[in-house]
């Protein structure tokens, strides 16, 4: 699009600017540029029509940080994280972390991890260090390694299938049931062999927040290990539960006091209340991280030891998880944790005195947010409140149909963060009865409006 002079043109650049009344570039890399401010307007048009994060319910992922947390951030955009030489500091504040979280998931002794761009990453190469070491198991036993498997349950992230296919591991999913949304050992046990590189198990699952039952799981492993000599290590996905089990339920173990636990991945963005990208992978002892996969290079003026799928990547997170870590310590983890799960109480008291929807277990370990389903079939179903919520009051609450074979059951889900206060819970329950009384006058929501908000389970 070539510009047309016009004579506004030269009132345009003294009292607005361009894009107030132009299309924006979208298709072509553009011809000429702008001024720093047109651009800086052009992008905050754009992005002031995004979804509100407080009213967001449906994500995982930490919105709000601390002003001088953001001043940290702020002043380190532009330090690289991988260049060990500049940055000494930095990948010794990392390591730091590293070292307080394996403290933190109770390491036995000395031990070694790394910061990834979130859990994805972070399972990825936890994924491949238990391929690579059941291959060197298997090739000094003299075994076939031509077709290595992991086990986990229905209720997993969609990463662990990815890892499957990209890495080329046959995956071996316990189905959920319809009444049951986790896995133990009894559905661990018919599907581990001598193939099985590892068995996943999640802290917090993405549906309805609860963990698989590892120790049980665990409690199998070791049992295989001293009856058939089968050593099969034991992963643990907290990527929301491994900031929030040490502080709401320290004592109910899930960690490296189990045995079979060799390692653990965790979002720092979740629960770790870092914003988005941080993970970390932390291993129960420095042989649990395959050697073959570190890698030498001096590119940067120092020889260095890379552990990652990424190279290059911003230091500015990893250094705003060392000022959560320090700041908070376990005392402000416990506190902020605990007014997280008081707030999910109040909301899920408030939904259960409706007498409209039934509260999916309440009564165990669970992440701080509440999944609920209608008790009984009406008009209009869990689909049509999310829509309408959204449309009233604009509140994020997905709904969504479980994994197979419990795709039969549909839920809500709100997870109440920091940023969710009691005026809010209270709110959104009265938006809630709300929501329900429109959908009950009008016999459930249109086809139509169903179909314009598709939400999944979230992040
Ligand atoms: C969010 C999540 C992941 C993926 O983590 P990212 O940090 O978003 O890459 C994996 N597993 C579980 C259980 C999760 O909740």
């Not at 009406?378 to 479980?402: H, K």
Request: some cysteine; aromatic content about 10%.
């Amino acid at each position: 699009m070539t510009e047309t002079p016009s004579p506004a043109t030269a009132s345009a650049a003294l009292f607005g600017n361009r894009f107030l009344t132009r299309e924006v570039p979208t298709k072509t890399f553009p011809d000429s540029g702008m001024s720093p401010v047109e651009a800086m307007r052009l992008v905050g048009e754009d992005i002031a029509l995004e979804g509100d994060p407080a009213r967001n319910l449906a994500t995982f992922v930490t919105t709000w940080m601390e002003p001088e947390a953001r001043k940290i951030i702020a002043g380190n955009l532009h330090r690289n994280f991988i260049d060990h030489a500049e940055y000494p500091r930095t990948a010794e504040i990392e390591q730091r972390c590293i070292r307080m979280l394996a403290d933190l998931f109770h390491a036995p002794g000395e031990t070694t991890g790394a910061r990834t761009q979130g859990s994805s990453e972070a399972i990825m190469l936890g994924g491949l260090s238990l391929k690579w070491n059941w291959r060197k198991r298997r090739e000094a036993a003299g075994a076939s390694t031509a077709a290595p498997n992991l086990v986990f349950g229905g209720d997993v992230h969609v990463v662990w299938e990815k890892f499957c296919r990209y890495f080329d591991v046959e995956p071996r999913i316990v189905p959920l049931q319809p009444d049951k949304y986790t896995i133990g050992p009894d559905d661990v046990a018919p599907r581990v062999d001598e193939n099985t590189i590892g068995v996943a198990a999640v802290l917090g699952t993405t549906f309805t927040g609860h963990k698989d039952d590892v120790v049980g799981i665990n409690d199998l492993l070791v049992r295989l290990k001293a009856e058939q000599g089968l050593d099969v290590p034991l992963h643990v996905d907290g990527a929301s539960g491994g900031f929030v089990w040490p502080f709401l339920y320290p004592d109910s173990p899930w960690d490296f006091r189990l045995e079979q636990v060799h390692s653990i991945n965790v979002s720092g963005h979740k629960f770790g209340l870092v914003y988005p990208g941080i993970g970390w992978l932390i291993f129960r002892e420095k042989d649990d991280l395959a050697k073959d996969l570190v890698f030498e290079e001096n590119y940067l003026g120092k020889t260095d030891a890379t552990f990652t799928l990424n190279f290059s990547t911003g230091s500015a997170m990893v250094l705003a998880q060392y000022y959560n870590l320090v700041r908070y310590g376990r005392e402000g983890y416990t506190y902020i944790m605990q007014a997280m799960q008081q707030n999910a109480e109040v909301l899920a008291d408030k939904l259960e005195a409706m007498d409209l929807f039934e509260v999916i277990g309440r009564d165990q370990e669970q992440l701080p947010l509440v999944a609920f389903k209608l008790k009984e079939e009406r008009s209009y179903n869990e689909f049509d409140i999310a829509w309408q919520l959204s449309a009233e009051r604009g509140w994020m609450v997905p709904a969504y149909t479980l994994p197979p074979d419990a795709q039969d059951v549909t839920i809500m889900r709100a997870l109440v963060k920091e940023t969710m206060s009691r005026e809010h819970v209270d709110t959104l329950a009265r938006d809630i009865i709300d929501a329900c009384a429109t959908l009950e006058a009008k016999g459930g929501a249109h086809e139509s409006e169903r179909r314009k908000m598709v939400v999944g389970p979230g992040h």
